[in-house]
């Protein structure tokens, strides 16, 4: 039999270390899922299962942040995504699985890294991870919500053309132009709209560089959210609003707004935007305005929608 090649170090030549070494080498290129129970009700669910090992949460969690943190050691790419006792359920049952087997769950944590993404591990301490999964979380379903409104909204009734995917494209060039206006600066956006089950809600972050030519960083994923919550609401021609705020070194922030009326998003005055920032959102009484912030008014990004 031939001998392999020493490639450890050890100078051994009968094989095992070699291929020791090259599976060690391997597995640190295959990532791995991590299905977290961030929520104290789903954990207390999964006690319900004998062969779930855990029945204390902080325990839980701790274990979880030594083995996220070995993984790193190793130099596996790790995601996490969370682990929903209720869904867990669901899919079993759907599968013919039995959800009292670690089998099961390895399957369902497999797919959830598939479907749902989740984060990937950069070694937060499991503290500031729950927070990062649960919003990434909240993005997702406020994402598909919002696409799902946009997939039944249907076609105009004049020209047959699909009012979802034109909102899609409205959405789009009122965010580019949004940007663009504002000037260099990090633009800090949120989008709210009211929806038929919940309020849909998307938070952006660019940055646009000094000088000419200066192009906006968007982050892929976050614009995809801002668009799509956006164009829902241009698409049920609701209420809604849009906040930007633009933060410059060494000068006063600048806060812009603007409202959804009837499928368009229209500027509102600096009077409005000063009411509506210093307005208490529940109780209704006026607030004080915040210092080293000028309110001033919109200004216009879209086109009237042709679609009823």
């Given at each position: 039999m031939p001998r392999s090649h020493d490639t450890t170090g050890t100078g051994t030549t009968t094989g095992r270390p070699v291929r020791t070494g090259?599976?060690?080498?391997l597995r640190r290129e295959v990532p791995s899922t991590v299905g977290l129970l961030a929520d104290a009700g789903d954990f207390a669910a999964m006690r319900r299962y004998r062969s779930?090992?855990?029945?204390?949460?902080?325990?839980?969690?701790?274990?979880?942040?030594?083995?996220?943190?070995?993984?790193?050691?190793?130099?596996?790419?790790?995601?996490?995504?969370?682990?929903d006792a209720d869904e867990y359920a669901d899919y079993c049952a759907d599968r013919g699985?039995?959800?009292?087997?670690?089998?099961?769950?390895?399957?369902?944590?497999?797919?959830?890294?598939?479907?749902?993404?989740?984060?990937?591990?950069?070694?937060?301490?499991?503290d500031d991870l729950v927070p990062l999964l649960v919003d990434a979380a909240v993005r997702q379903a406020t994402w598909e919500y919002a696409s799902t409104l946009l997939?039944?909204?249907?076609?105009?009734?004049?020209?047959?053309?699909?009012?979802?995917?034109?909102?899609?494209?409205?959405?789009?060039?009122?965010?580019?132009r949004l940007v663009d206006r504002a000037g260099p600066g990090h633009h800090h956006l949120v989008c709210s709209v009211p929806a038929p089950a919940e309020q849909l809600v998307a938070v952006l972050h660019a940055d646009t560089g000094d000088g000419p030519g200066g192009?906006?960083?968007?982050?892929?994923?976050?614009?995809?959210?801002?668009?799509?919550?956006?164009?829902?609401?241009l698409a049920l021609g609701g209420p809604g609003?849009?906040?930007?705020?633009?933060?410059?070194?060494?000068?006063?922030?600048?806060?812009?707004?603007?409202?959804?009326?009837?499928?368009?998003?229209?500027?509102?005055?600096?009077?409005?935007?000063?009411?509506?920032?210093?307005?208490d959102a529940d109780t209704g009484?006026?607030?004080?305005?915040?210092?080293?912030v000028d309110y001033c008014p919109g200004y216009e990004v879209d086109e009237p929608g042709p679609h009823h």
């Open positions: 090259r599976r060690r080498t779930f090992a855990f029945d204390d949460h902080r325990d839980y969690l701790d274990h979880v942040d030594r083995l996220l943190r070995s993984l790193a050691a190793r130099g596996i790419h790790t995601t996490i995504a969370l682990f699985l039995d959800p009292d087997t670690p089998g099961s769950r390895t399957r369902f944590t497999a797919d959830l890294g598939g479907t749902t993404g989740g984060l990937p591990y950069a070694g937060q301490p499991i997939a039944e909204v249907g076609r105009c009734a004049d020209c047959g053309e699909d009012i979802g995917t034109a909102s899609l494209e409205r959405a789009a060039e009122a965010l580019r192009r906006p960083r968007v982050d892929g994923r976050d614009g995809l959210d801002f668009v799509t919550v956006l164009a829902a609401g609003g849009l906040v930007l705020r633009t933060t410059t070194e060494g000068d006063r922030d600048r806060v812009h707004g603007w409202r959804l009326d009837r499928g368009r998003l229209v500027p509102l005055s600096a009077a409005a935007v000063f009411n509506a920032y210093c307005t009484e006026p607030v004080g305005p915040e210092p080293g």
